[in-house]
């Protein structure tokens, strides 16, 4: 079983970056696909980006991609993600989650942190 606690969000204006960040408890992190998803009111939760267990492939949802960068310490257990120009429409709450499928769906993953709210201004 594997604990997620995200930290890093916060109120920005649009066009600035944030730096989200998860660290992970237990030894299950070391083999888990672990992923960044948000969540707006309303909506369904989507993916933003996954990383593989080692750190050498990740995997963007398209309307990231060139904006966010995902990385990961497995030294010191955590999952970064790195946004930038963010917009309002990128307000949302942002999970990290962790599983063994890669995959983008977010059912395909198995142990979810609490979320962290991020919301956008303009």
């Known amino acids: 079983q594997v604990q997620l606690t995200e930290s890093g969000g916060g109120s920005v204006q649009a066009g600035r970056s944030l730096t989200l960040s998860c660290t992970a408890s237990e030894f299950d992190y070391m083999s888990s696909v672990m992923g960044w998803f948000r969540q707006a009111p309303g909506k369904e939760r989507e993916p933003v980006a996954i990383?593989?267990?080692?750190?050498?492939?990740?995997l963007y949802a398209d309307s990231w991609k060139g904006r966010a960068t995902i990385s990961r310490d497995r030294t010191k257990k955590t999952v970064v993600l790195q946004m930038n120009r963010l917009n309002p429409e990128d307000s949302a709450i942002y999970y990290c989650?962790?599983?063994?499928?890669?995959?983008?769906?977010?059912?395909?993953?198995?142990?979810w942190g609490q979320g962290t709210q991020v919301t956008v201004s303009s």
């Open positions: 989650a962790a599983g063994q499928d890669w995959s983008l769906f977010a059912r395909d993953f198995k142990a």
């Open positions: 990383i593989s267990p080692s750190g050498g492939n990740a």
